[in-house]
């Protein structure tokens, strides 16, 4: 069974940076996307960031030049390095992994930026 395990949250103050990691435990064959999902209490989930196998990545409005997301392919890794962060950006924060025919969700971290 695929797994995806979400680290790298926290407290952190306006201004600062975290990075997120999410590692796939599937390992034979890359995922087609990986992508950061955030949700905020009383709010929609919302895409952040996603990226192709073939490197192509895609940012919300909100967070781009701020958040950059890479990813191992070996690995079957995401990261998120989230820079400048806002308390707007507090929510949890989900990672997705989709291939062809199945896709995961992992079960989140908390991201909390204090004022």
């Known amino acids: 069974q695929v797994q995806l395990v979400e680290s790298g949250g926290g407290l952190v103050p306006a201004g600062g940076s975290l990075r997120l990691s999410c590692a796939a435990s599937?390992?034979?064959?890359?995922?087609?996307?990986m992508t950061w999902y955030r949700q905020a209490p009383g709010k929609q989930r919302e895409l952040v960031a996603t990226i192709t196998s073939g490197g192509t990545t895609n940012y919300a409005d909100s967070v781009k030049g701020r958040f950059t997301i890479t990813r191992d392919n070996a690995k079957n890794t995401v990261y998120l390095q989230m820079n400048s962060l806002k308390p707007e950006d507090t929510a949890v924060y989900y990672c997705?992994?989709?291939?062809?025919?199945?896709?995961?969700w992992g079960r989140g971290t908390q991201v909390t930026v204090s004022s």
């Open positions: 599937r390992s034979r064959f890359s995922a087609n996307a």
């Open positions: 997705h992994a989709a291939w062809s025919t199945v896709a995961y």
